[in-house]
């Protein structure tokens, strides 16, 4: 799974980079977190693409 914020430092990198097990499931609990919330991604070939809870672009990897 690959996660992208499109902030102004544009961050994106695998989710399996991430420093640490914690980094990976507090990831992944946002994820669902911003879901929940009402975030509503839609897919854009391999990503689902949305609005974070700050306005950001989110996308995450379908692969």
Same mark, same amino acid.
């Given at each position: 799974?690959?996660?992208?914020? $499109?902030? %102004? /430092?544009? &961050?994106?990198? =695998?989710? /399996?980079? !991430? %420093?640490? !097990? &914690?980094?990976? +499931?507090?990831?992944?609990?946002? +994820? #669902?977190?911003? #879901? $929940?919330?009402?975030? $509503?991604? *839609? *897919? &854009?070939? =391999?990503? !689902?693409?949305?609005?974070? &809870?700050?306005?950001? #672009?989110? =996308?995450?990897?379908?692969?």
């Amino acid at each position: 799974m690959v996660y992208q914020s $499109r902030l %102004p /430092d544009q &961050e994106v990198g =695998a989710i /399996d980079q !991430l %420093p640490t !097990l &914690e980094h990976r +499931l507090g990831m992944l609990v946002h +994820l #669902q977190e911003v #879901q $929940r919330a009402g975030l $509503r991604l *839609r *897919r &854009e070939g =391999a990503f !689902l693409q949305g609005k974070g &809870e700050h306005g950001q #672009q989110v =996308a995450v990897s379908l692969a």
